[in-house]
């Protein structure tokens, strides 16, 4: 168990709607990343906020969001989803974010939009 | 473009042999390289990291890697697998200090699937 939180573990929904997914990061650390994980894009990087503010963006799409509230808890928000947003994503923590920083996986969400 | 290859999709070993699970990148600046693996319908657990020094790394549960800046490489290693052992590696890499504004990101290979048999 890594100490990184997510919920819920499973998701289903329709293509159009919007999701909400949320990550508590481990006791102490700062900075939480987004990841997704699907078959033919393989583990992409989508976001990284530290301390509340965002520092570093990935291959994330303008229809999903992200934000870290000050209990340093993180929601990711996907709206008009497609079939082609079905995947795996993750949620990661670091102590401080910067490059020599250990990220500690969360147990993922299985995202299915049918 | 910074990345990283693990060129085998599967590695197959007996349990009690020998087994190393490929990896090289390609990456601009100071390379930081970490191994983690994933069970099945699990996340992704840390295994160990190279940031500097000593190229052989040791990490969790008996496995290491070695760092060798010449070949760009950084190859997983046990000295005997177990059928516990099987699961998907991936290698991933950051990169520093700064870079085009992506410093906090891990860049991952696509995994390779190791199976051991008894």
């Known amino acids: 168990d890594s100490g990184v939180t997510q919920t819920p573990k499973h998701l289903i929904t329709a293509t159009g709607q919007r999701v909400t997914l949320r990550c508590s990061p481990r006791s102490g650390d700062l900075s939480v990343y987004w990841y997704q994980q699907s078959l033919d894009q393989g583990l992409q990087f989508l976001i990284q906020?530290?301390?509340?503010?965002?520092?570093a963006k990935g291959n994330i799409l303008e229809r999903f969001s992200a934000q870290q509230f000050p209990d340093l808890h993180s929601e990711l928000n996907l709206s008009s989803l497609e079939l082609g947003d079905s995947a795996l994503y993750f949620c990661?923590?670091?102590?401080?974010?910067?490059?020599?920083?250990?990220?500690?996986f969360g147990p993922g969400t299985r995202l299915t939009v049918l | 473009a910074q990345s990283v290859a693990q060129p085998e999709d599967q590695v197959n070993v007996a349990e009690g042999n020998p087994l190393t699970v490929k990896c090289t990148y390609s990456v601009s600046g100071n390379p930081y390289l970490f191994w983690y693996v994933q069970y099945p319908n699990r996340g992704l657990q840390f295994l160990l990291k190279y940031i500097t020094g000593d190229n052989l790394v040791k990490g969790s549960y008996g496995f290491e890697a070695e760092f060798n800046k010449s070949q760009t490489s950084f190859h997983l290693k046990k000295p005997s697998a177990l059928v516990s052992d099987s699961a998907l590696y991936f290698c991933a890499v950051r990169f520093g200090p700064n870079y085009g504004g992506s410093q906090g990101n891990l860049i991952f290979g696509k995994g390779t699937k190791l199976s051991v048999k008894p």
């Open positions: 990661a923590s670091s102590v401080v974010g910067v490059v020599t920083d250990t990220q500690y």
């Open positions: 906020y530290y301390n509340g503010e965002e520092r």
